[in-house]
């Protein structure tokens, strides 16, 4: 301890309490304790001062970008590096319709899966599927990429899209040739990425239902199924939903697995065969061969706009989820 | 050696809520003092104001005059001064859970920068024995964590624990009170040799406590100290009729 | 004896319906077959990895460098080095700050400041990976005039932060409030109570929480992708250029080479025993700290 008021050495007062002072004769600890909230504080003012560098970071490098093309940059179509015309609506599109269509399959698959886990599994079954799912998040987004590539493109190559081309090519969604690689490859291991997120917080909100709901759609005589239904989904809405927001911010911003299966040409085509490009991507491919500032400055912008779509998107998924589990994560116990 | 305490119109708060009304009482040294009262009368939180453990709450403040000795305890000295020459024990025991037993009674020592092994070792070994807990875990010191005693020999250690710095007071807040009947004679075998040493305040529930260890009673209601004198004239022939009421078993 | 209204069938209680015990059974299946349709490509992925990655580990892929192209054999010694390198970097600079704000969350942020805190961190647990990278490149590329493992350390530490911050403040606020009434009775001054004590009690808990976000940002490709950039051969220079394990996966998976792609599941086993191994042996020494103290 430094300071001005060192602490004195301990006084040492022989066995008994003849004539004794106290045992340790200190001095105060008031400075000591004041360096100690300043070093604390300082650490929480970084979590802060984190988010004002990566606003400025992005906002000063896509300032060219912005100043070029203005709102236009993201519905224009053309993305030509050579002649520095940047149009990022290819980008935007891919990644909208990735997620969604991750979504759109990682979703009920999430909510079957937790309904299964929360209320129909047997208790020495409960502890590994919990385990089991949550596996699926720790494995990191290159590892699956790379077993997409190699076994599951082929596999929706050779059987599943000519399949799918076959029976339902009249839609539209399912023209053209199949490569395996596309939108559609994209969607499906974004949807695997995405259920261990929305599946884990389903999870959350149904357990804190109380029990004395379950307990009263019973008592009516419910079946299993309906009393999952207006006993628990029901009251766990708000949550659900939540989940689902916040798996759909993570599949916005996931960078290498999509870019590993998606093709990564800026095109829009209906079909789900077809090659195409999200925004995560055209930054992990292109931002350390930009030639130019204004290349850069537009993929910076890009990144802009990944950035504040998904702050926004998390921002309303965890307003959602505290709703329900309300208040904060972090308790305190007395 | 002990020394008494001398409190003038002490008024404490929680927020806006008034706790204690303008306490006034002399503690004297080398003996101990009850404290008595029914639930919520504020015998705790009086207590915790002599060693400004109160002020530790958030919104919580109190204000008058606390003398120990000649030292103001409220005005000019650090909190964290005061609570080394004003120990307390706890109504839970709380040793430290990551802690072994001959760490716990250190604690307080090390944590205030004494750290000559030799004599740490002696005034572990001299607390443990002024708690009666030596004879049995002076094979296991280091051995056992602080959490694994029994609830009374925990209480003794945290007992082990105040005194190991040299505290002139001891302040205890129903330290009994989570402890069976065995434990409890125990401790309070342990206050009737303390005293010798050191100023006791102990807040009791039990009447039948209150008369077997201390010299001195104090009777707290809705934070007002209704009378204070030698527990044998408290409790034979009381001066307030609210006293009577509450030793009679009237209320509380 | 009178009869019962069963009996009278006055009000007679309909057998359940088949329409609803079917759709309870359908359910029930449904939601089987998703725990099934789940579980399936963890299966599928953790089997190819073992059965394409075991063959291509030898002595000679954990020691020695890349092989130029076209060429048999090398390995990714430099990657694991390297990510190892970068990871330290980005700990040293991640864990206290994380752990600083924890501390501050827990014992002096139970207000409407703390709250923010706790906001932002959350948000930023959010913010995708590769913007993540960008800013680092900002930061630190671009004043460096190249690629660097700082770089890809500060990038990663960004990342480390807001997880380490918030479980540690879950961990310090379960210490119970009686144990830091002890060590304040006892006239221990608040710093050292916080720090000797509380944290003390907490630190499996805190521990715990620092390798979890260890091991997330562990796998983290993006944000290296233009910081840390990647390197063939061996770097120990901070301010250089510099290989990982996971950079290397994919840059070896997407090439038209089948040697390197033997060479990627290689590594990607490689990565996730990593990460496996890590997170157990940390519930383990948690599961046996934690309660050691408490026995």
Known sequence: MTGPQPVAKPEVVSGSKAGGGPLIRAGTSLIPDRIFYAAVLSCGLCVLGLVGVIVYQLVTKSALSWHAFGWKFFFRSDWDPVSEQFGAWPFVYGTLVSSLLALMLAVPLAIGVAVFITEMCPRWLKGALAFTTELLAAIPSVIYGLWAIFVMVPLLREYVEPLLGRYFGWTGLFEGTPYGIGMLAAGIILAIMVVPIVSSITREV???????????????????WEMIRTGVLRNARAGILGGVILGLGRALGETMAVTMVIGNRPEIARSLFAPGYTMASVIANEFSEATSDTYLSALVEVGLALFLVTIVVNIMAQLLVWSVTRGMPARSHG | MGVGIKVEHLNAWFGKTQALYDISIDVPANHATAVIGPSGCGKSTFVRCLNRMHETIPDARATGKVR??????????????????????????????????????????????FHDRKRLDEIVERSLKLSALWDEVKDTLRKKSGASLSGGQQQRLCIARALAVEPEVLLMDEPCSALDPISTGKIEELIFQLKENFTIVIVTHNMQQASRVAEFTGFFLLGKLIEFDK????????SDKRTEDYITGRFG | MAKTAGQTGQFAIAPVSLWRRGMNSLVTLAAGAAVVAVLVPLGAIFVYLIYKGVGAINWAFLTQIPKPVGEAGGGMANAIAGSGYILAIASIMGVPIGIGAGIYLAEYGRNRFGDLIRF????????????????????????????????????????MIPTITRTTEEMLLLVPNAVKEAAYGLGVSRWRTTLSITLRTATSGVITGVMLAFARVAGETAPLLFTAFGNQYWNWKVSQPTAALSLQIYTYAISPFDEWHRQAWAGALILIVLIVVSVSAVRIVAGRGMLKGAN
Not at chain 1, 218 to 223: S, V
Not at chain 2, 232 to 237: R, S
Not at chain 3, 140 to 148: D, E, L, P, T
């Open chain 1, 206 to 224: 149904m357990t804190a239902v109380p029990q004395q709901q379950r307990e009263a759609v019973l008592a009516l005589g419910a079946t299993r």
């Open chain 2, 68 to 113: 120990m000795g000649e030292l103001d305890v409220y005005n000019g000295t650090a909190a964290v001064q005061i609570r080394r020459r004003i120990g307390m024990v706890f109504q839970k025991a709380n040793p430290f859970p990551t802690m072994s037993i001959y760490d716990n009674v250190a604690a307080g020592l090390k944590l205030n920068g």
């Open chain 2, 231 to 238: 527990t044998e004239k408290i409790f034979t022939t009381p």
């Open chain 3, 120 to 159: 932002t961190a959350d948000v930023l647990n959010g913010v995708p990976s590769i913007v993540v990278g960008i800013v680092a490149y900002g930061i630190v590329v671009i004043g460096q005039g190249h690629f660097s493992a700082l770089a890809g350390g500060v990038a990663l530490a960004i990342m």
